[in-house]
């Protein structure tokens, strides 16, 4: 057999043997798959398929003029000898690939936007975002999969952080902020899953200090409170629950929170302490003349303390006249709460099903205090209206795009001042259960609320 024969067969077998594995190398080395195999894939389709694209979809322009006079007759031609934009080299970063494109003179970005979904489909991506970075350029953010796909398993470091096998971003202080800043950051940034952009998805507190979250039954709302739960475990921040369906959902923090109220009157109890627990502090940052605890010194900053509220309509809307005035002391509290508590170090995350003006006033003035936004999957077009539409009507739509199989998917407002599609890490009750157990000892124990606390804790915990 001569040389080149042998180098064929030889060539054969290992393509045969690369063929076979492929599913296995696939699964076990995403990243290096993806950079070995699939990007020069997707790059050589987009490069084969870019002239015909620019084509089809009106993006190619023509040196020659498309229609002409002939003997007082004007005649429309089909463009000969069509000019598409240039492409500038891909540029790979996991399962993305950007690349640029230089528009002909009379271009627009726009035009590319329209034929974004095209690209998508030739290219066999999940989706293609067109930007205009530069005058004169248009950037295509090709996105090779959905990020919101699967985000349990797309974790980027694949470690496993204490059970939790997802991911973990380490928080970065900026040198040149300030003690308390540096600590605000530390303890106020919550990573909970991913954004559709492949970014973490971050609820900062100091930007967005209070939340509301909505969803349809089995939407994600709980999984997302797991994943806010067990990333504060560990932190020296004080947790408290209120959770009028008995304790149904929070109940499986019960070993690391400060206070779980599950009745109404618990509840109203838990908001006034805390109400005067704002007042108090606002004392204390006067006599300092400070703005905020973050600017207290360290050894007489109080801790942080977090709300978690299941079922907001549970809280403030009452079928039975004797509760009237108890609902309506809740929600006077909570907007209370929410207006005093920013600077304070007090946060509130407000999960619900349903958010509607039958909730009562409160709930709107509350809705207003809450800046950051967290809409899963609605059950009615009015909680996505009033979670979203006041301050990002095109969002609504997105909402309600939800599927019912996108669990834990959910449309969110972002710390930049916009919106994004995002999915949190599927942190099941199990778990979360688990890692508030192993952090029972960073419980913070809030005196005045003793016979609502749990169980014994300290606040020992850094
Ligand atoms: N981020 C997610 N990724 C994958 N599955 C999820 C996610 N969030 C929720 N789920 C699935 O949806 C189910 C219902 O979620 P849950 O958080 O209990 O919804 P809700 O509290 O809104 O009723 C969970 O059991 C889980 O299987
Ligand atoms: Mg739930």
């Not at 076979?20 to 699964?27: D, I, Q």
């Not at 108890?326 to 958010?355: E, I, K, M, P, W």
């Amino acid at each position: 057999m001569s040389s080149n024969a042998v180098l064929s067969v030889a060539l054969l077998l290992v393509l045969a043997v690369l063929l076979v594995a492929s599913p296995t190398l696939r699964k076990r080395y995403p990243r290096t798959w993806w950079y070995a195999v699939s990007f020069p894939i997707l790059w050589g389709r987009i490069r084969f398929t870019w002239r015909r694209l620019a084509w089809e979809c009106d993006l190619a322009v023509t040196r020659k003029r498309a229609h002409a006079m002939l003997g007082g007759i004007l005649i429309k031609g089909k463009e000969l000898d069509p000019v598409v934009p240039r492409l500038s080299m891909a540029w790979p970063r996991p399962l993305l690939v950007t690349v640029r494109a230089r528009m002909l003179p009379g271009q627009t970005p726009d035009e590319f936007v329209d034929a974004a979904e095209a690209m998508a489909h030739a290219w066999r991506v999940h989706s293609v975002r067109v930007s205009s970075p530069a005058r004169g350029e248009v950037e295509f953010t090709i996105s090779a999969r959905d990020p919101l796909e699967n985000v349990t398993s797309s974790a980027p470091s694949g470690r496993k952080h204490h059970g939790r096998p997802w991911f973990r971003v380490s928080v970065t202080t900026e040198t040149q902020e300030s003690p308390g800043a540096a600590a605000a950051a530390q303890l106020l940034r919550i990573f909970v899953g991913f954004l559709a952009d492949w970014n973490a998805w971050v609820l900062d507190l100091r930007l967005l200090p209070h939340w509301l979250i909505t969803g349809a039954t089995q939407s994600g709302k709980s999984t997302l409170m797991n994943a806010v739960v067990v990333e504060l475990a560990p932190r020296p921040v004080a947790l408290v629950g209120i959770d009028l369906k008995g304790g149904m959902e929070l109940g499986n923090y019960t070993a690391r929170l400060s206070a779980l109220a599950t009745d109404r009157r618990s509840a109203v109890r838990v908001l006034s302490y805390l109400v005067d627990v704002v007042l108090e502090r606002t004392t204390q940052c006067r006599i300092a003349q400070v703005r905020s605890i973050w600017d207290l010194p360290e050894q007489i900053r109080p801790v942080p303390i977090v709300l978690l509220v299941d079922e907001l309509a549970e809280l403030c809307m009452a079928t039975d006249p004797r509760d009237k005035a108890d609902a309506l002391a809740c929600s006077t509290n909570l907007v209370r709460l929410a207006q005093l508590g920013a600077s304070l170090g007090v946060h509130l995350l407000v999960a619900g099903q349903r958010v509607g003006s039958d909730l009562g006033a409160g709930v709107t003035m509350l809705r207003s205090q809450l800046s950051g936004r967290v809409c899963h999957r609605v059950a009615d077009p009015e909680t996505a209206k009033m979670t979203l539409g006041d301050r990002f009507p095109d969002a609504v739509d997105a909402a309600q795009g939800i599927s019912p199989l996108e669990r834990g998917v959910a449309v969110t407002t972002t710390n930049e001042g916009g919106w994004m599609r995002a999915r949190s890490a599927n942190i099941g009750a199990e778990q979360a259960q688990r890692i508030t157990t192993d952090y029972a000892h960073c419980r913070v124990l809030l005196p005045g609320l003793s016979d609502i606390d749990l169980s014994g804790g300290d606040t020992t915990c850094r």
